[in-house]
Every structure is written in C-alpha cells, then in structure tokens.
Nanobody
C-alpha cells in the first residue's frame, strides 16, 4: 500500500507564490513518476506537472514558466513551487504517484488565488 500526504496549500493574492509538498510512504518502487494534478469547481481533473525518478519533467502549457516541479528521491517527496499565481490557478491540488501501472492519490490540498 502507498500513502501520499500533501501540505502547503492556502490562500494567496494574485502574483504571489506557494510551495506544495507531497510525501510518499509505503511500498514505493525504485522507479516511478510523481505528479501534481488539479481540479477546479465544475471542471475535470487535469495534469499540472510530472517528474520521473530520473528527473524528467512535463508541464501543462498553462503553468510553464511559472511552476516548477522537483523531487527528493531519498525522502520520496515531490514539490511544486508555484510563482506568479493567477486566480485561474484556484483548485484542489492532488499529488499522484504512478508505478508499475498502479496509480495512487493524495487527499488533495486547496489552493485559492484571490484577485
């Protein structure tokens, strides 16, 4: 079993920054991909950014240049540094771990950006 615990959400003004963290524990394989997804009210969940064990990253076009995903493999923790936040970034952000075709999700953390 795998557990993902997120932290770091909150309320911030437009143009501000937040840093999300997600710590994984349990039966974690050596090779995996960790990611952040988000879901705004009335919208589908979407991929924000992902990072492999080897450090390969992928970003949604809407966050390129503003968000940075990183990970500490020793701590099995993934981070999302969010800068220049916009009201449209408001959503529940979910941590995701993919290994051997199995997906695991965190409980979600609310990010609210006021205009």
């Amino acid at each position: 079993q795998v557990q993902l615990v997120e932290s770091g959400g909150g309320l911030v003004q437009a143009g501000g920054s937040l840093r999300l963290s997600c710590a994984a524990s349990g039966s974690i394989f050596r090779f995996n991909t960790m990611a952040w997804y988000r879901q705004a009210p009335g919208k589908e969940r979407e991929l924000v950014a992902s990072i492999s064990t080897g450090g390969r990253t992928n970003y949604a076009d809407s966050v390129k240049g503003r968000f940075t995903i990183s990970r500490d493999n020793a701590k099995i923790t993934v981070y999302l540094q969010m800068n220049s936040l916009k009201p449209e970034d408001t959503a529940v952000y979910y941590c995701n771990l993919l290994q051997s075709a199995n997906q695991y999700w965190g409980q979600g953390t609310q990010v609210t950006v006021s205009s």
